[in-house]
């Protein structure tokens, strides 16, 4: 297979000879992009100017991306946007005794997030939410995600070491099943920071699912990798009629059944603590989700979970599988860069394509495969297999 039709798995339309034209003019467009002269040339002609100038822009911003990740990390950590949320706009100097940090460098970090629109400065000079600031307090599964970031870093630090030898990581070791031999062995305190960052992101990825899939039209739920019971506290809420049960390893299952038990959902959704590798999924829904699951485990694995999940169905039930996906367009940078190199410092599984997992899925035995839109496919998209 050339490297043209590999990358994507497809070839263009027209063939052979579309493929060597467009592999020319590829070729082409390179030589002269590399050219120093060339780009000199495209950055003073007002035709080319725009374009050359957004090249420059979208380059600066790779190289200096670790950088403005640290600004916001600093934000976060120094708890900036709740504060102004709070107390509303502060000076500079406020804001330094505040977080116990010499002004002089503070200003550095508001005005760094005020180019980032995380903050922005009235004209009396006191700090304020910007709109990306003010927009991170209504995700507090993203601060936590921002915060949960300085274990990636660290085993982002050398990326031709982690592309060369992979593990140990740091955060296979905060993902305590990814490559467990016995996963269902782990203890409490080994699964329960993982749980917790995944239940307090989970309100959007439910939002969007429920959005997306009428679960009106079924009887009972089964979510498989169900963590603390985030979507099936959300699906509760919408869908009052549903049957709900969930599915998670022994210990993720104890801390869910307590959580279940404090919110008052004890009774409406039943939990079931096991290794879906090993032991059999419990029987009698009619749509079982499974949702972040897939894309943490490597092929031979979803295979086998797959097939699991067609066995616990009865003809006609439906497979939910929601998670972020490469070459998702115009999430590009999410679902091939952002998970990509997440995933493998994680240590097991990857980011698939629709097409990936389609090919998965019709192997499992599954019949029909659709996509249901999402409003935010770079957070999620939805395929729905029936079996
Ligand atoms: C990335 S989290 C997703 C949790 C939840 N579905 C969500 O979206 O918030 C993956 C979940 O799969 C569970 N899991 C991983 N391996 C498992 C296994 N072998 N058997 C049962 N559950 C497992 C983990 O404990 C964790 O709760």
Do not use: K
């Not at 038990?261 to 009698?284: A, K, T, Y």
């Not at 997440?342 to 019709?362: H, Q």
């Amino acid at each position: 297979m050339s490297a043209a039709a590999g990358a994507g798995g497809r070839r263009p339309p027209g063939g052979q000879a579309a493929l060597s034209l467009r592999m020319r003019l590829r070729s082409l467009r390179n030589r002269l992009l590399a050219s120093p002269r060339f780009q000199r040339w495209a950055a003073a002609f007002p035709l080319t100017r725009p374009v050359a100038r957004r090249h420059t822009r979208e380059l600066f911003d790779l190289v200096a991306g670790f950088v403005y990740s640290q600004v916001l990390a600093a934000c976060v950590r120094l708890d900036l946007f709740e504060r102004l949320a709070a107390a509303g706009p502060a000076t500079s100097a406020a804001l330094a005794s505040a977080c116990e940090v010499p002004e002089a460098r503070l200003e550095v970090l508001l005005r760094a997030a005020a180019a980032l629109r995380l903050l922005e400065r009235d004209d009396g000079g006191a700090w304020d939410l910007g709109p990306l600031g003010a927009a991170l307090r209504g995700n507090p599964g993203v601060v936590a995600m921002i915060r949960h970031h300085a274990l990636l870093y660290e085993d982002l630090r050398d990326p031709v070491a982690l592309l060369r030898e992979g593990g140990p990581t740091t955060l296979g070791a905060f993902w305590g099943y990814a490559g467990a031999a016995a996963p269902a062995a782990l203890a409490g305190q080994a699964v329960g920071d993982y749980s917790t960052l995944m239940a307090v992101s989970q309100q959007l990825v439910a939002e969007e699912i429920l959005a997306a899939y009428p679960l009106r039209r079924h009887r009972r739920l089964l979510d498989v990798g169900g963590g603390h019971g985030a979507f099936t506290s959300a699906v509760a809420a919408h869908v009052p009629g549903l049957a709900l049960a969930m599915f998670d390893l022994p210990a993720v299952a104890a801390q869910a059944r307590e959580r279940l038990e404090q919110s008052g959902l004890g009774s409406r959704i039943e939990v079931h603590g096991g290794d879906f590798f090993r032991d059999p999924l419990p029987r009698g829904a009619d749509v079982i989700t499974l949702v972040r699951i897939v894309h943490d485990h490597d092929d031979d694995a979803v295979r086998r979970l797959l097939r699991a999940v067609y066995e616990a169905l009865p003809p006609g039930g439906r497979l939910l599988l929601a998670e972020p996906m490469a070459e998702t367009r115009r999430a590009e940078p999410a679902g091939d860069a952002y998970f990509g190199l997440y995933l493998m410092a994680m240590g097991s599984g990857r980011p698939r394509s629709r097409a990936a997992l389609e090919a998965m899925l019709a192997e499992a035995g599954f019949a029909r495969v659709r996509e249901h839109r999402t409003y935010t496919p770079l957070l999620t998209r939805l395929l729905v297999a029936q079996r």
